[in-house]
């Protein structure tokens, strides 16, 4: 799998990070694991780029946790809100959860050096034939539209377009 611009603020901005999901025999008994195919600077991940799923699934429960879930969680993953919350025992990488929380400078620099690898052309421009790609982005007028139907659902407005 392949996932384009998985933030586009943030220490992570830009970043397009290829992964692995590697489905157990007994799925959805167990969850997918998730490994990041090139290094990735981050609390979650691993020196080799395994994902830590305690975060966003202390328990994997069938028939309530699904593969757009585990998505979902990968990508807010590389969201501050979500660095923000991190405890070391959820953490893969602990130096990077102690430079994310003491150093953010620092931190910001690496993980501008994993975007960076992350675009290269080696990384980017190799295609072993199995990748799903995610890109593309709305209009700004799409954008705006998507914005105030969400805005009218959380204010419980009418969802009917005018």
Known sequence: MYCERLNRVGPYKFGVFKFILSFPDIYP???PAVQFTSEVYHPLISHNGILSL?????KWIPGQHYVFHLLHYIKNSFRTVVLD???V???NNEFAWMTYNGD???FSRLAQQSVDVSLSPTVIGHDDGGMIV???EASEE???EILELERKR???ESMQQT
């Open 89 to 91: 025992e959820e953490v």
């Open 134 to 136: 995610f890109q593309g």
């Open 54 to 58: 305690r975060n966003g699934f202390p």
């Open 154 to 156: 959380k204010n419980g």
């Open 29 to 31: 008994a167990l969850p």
């Open 142 to 144: 799409k954008q705006m």
């Open 104 to 106: 953010r400078k620092l």
């Open 85 to 87: 919350i991190l405890t």
